[in-house]
């Protein structure tokens, strides 16, 4: 049996290949000699930059940025070398992610992307000729306003004040955008954006209304938030002629879509179309007789884009079955077998606080996939039994094959 393992990170818990290490060996311990693949993967958030430099090669560079309550953070961003040009590899939650943001502080109306900007222009200083960022996990929600006043840009209110956007909620204080200061080499590096396309910046399907609860805001917060996301894009289009508000990727990471495509001019992708010119998975699932697959948390936006679900797309092409194990099982997950999952089972063994949980994942992580395994033995060896016809003679129960 060909085993292929295509996990995603377990946000805030562990990162892609810590899972994927924990899956190979629960495999390993049930059978040591197994043929099995192992190919983490991205989609934008934790772990984008260390798992595409280990492909490609290059290094990381450390540096000490604002982090998303505005305090300094360490970070880094990626260098990667290839048809003699560089290119930076820019990771949104290795700066602004929500792991970042203490649970006690996690109110998208006060946190920031400004450190993502200083990223940007870190890898500018460093002479790059290309800049690749991945949005995801993020624990901001301000449209990348702050990303871009790293970046020289500069907002005023309608009395003509200069503000200082230090969350989502000043966005609704915008009414005037001054881009004269903007870093001018960012008209000449071109920056590609792995980003969720289902993700937009306004309307009823919003970032605010759809993601804004999951990062601490309350249901009056979220129409501050969108609202405040509408007068931004206003202002933006007024000021700069680009309209932001329904974009696909717009409303990533909190908008910073949305702000990367305005004020740096970057090329928002479909997050696995970019992805996957650096981590080719199509095909070792369709050499596999079995693929599994992992998410931190599986519910009903699994199938709007998530890593299990552009897995399971691929192997529905090769009539592949994809097993996945997650961290919690939430609301609406049976829409994944809709979505081309075949099973899906959580790891969870026993009622715990959720400390212990994250601390116990890698020990769940491998013993689920050891028992996966040992059942799919079960019904091999079930289905081979009933190729065999037992016949009794005598008193005694012959196999006739």
Known sequence: MRVVMIPSGFKECLQVGEVAEAMERGARRFDKTMDIKVVPMIDGGEGFTKTIINIKGGQLVHREVVGPVGEKVPSYFGVIRENGKRTAVIEMAAVAGLHLVPVQQRNPLKTTSYGVGELIIHALDYGVDHILIGCGDSGTSDGGAGMAEALGVRFYNDKQQ?????????????????TSELDKRLHHIPVDVACNWKNVLCGNQGVARIFGPQKGATPSQVDLLSEGFERYATVIE???????????????????????????????????????????????????????????????????GKVPAE?????????????????????????????????????????????????????????????????IDIGKKVAKRKDVIHV??????????
């Open 162 to 178: 200069l503000i200082t956007v230090e969350g989502g909620e000043r966005l609704i204080e915008v009414a005037e955008v001054d």
């Open 238 to 304: 007024t000021a700069i002629g680009v309209n932001v508000r329904m974009i696909p990727g717009g409303g990533a990471s909190g908008g910073l879509g949305a702000g990367l495509a305005a004020f740096t001019g970057a090329k928002l992708h479909e997050r696995f179309s970019l992805i996957r010119r650096f981590i080719d998975i199509e095909q070792a699932i369709a050499t596999a007789d079995v693929v599994f697959s992992a998410e931190g948390s599986l519910d009903f936006q699994t199938p709007n």
């Open 311 to 375: 897995v399971a797309r691929i192997a529905k092409k090769y009539d592949v079955p994809v097993i996945l194990i997650a961290g919690a099982i939430g609301k609406g997950a049976t829409a994944n077998y809709r979505a081309g999952i075949h099973a899906y089972t959580s790891i969870t063994q026993k009622p715990v606080v959720l400390q212990e949980a994250l601390e116990l994942a890698p020990i769940w992580i491998a013993d689920s996939i050891e028992s996966i395994l040992r059942q």
């Open 392 to 401: 009794k003679r005598n008193g005694r129960i012959y196999q006739n094959q």
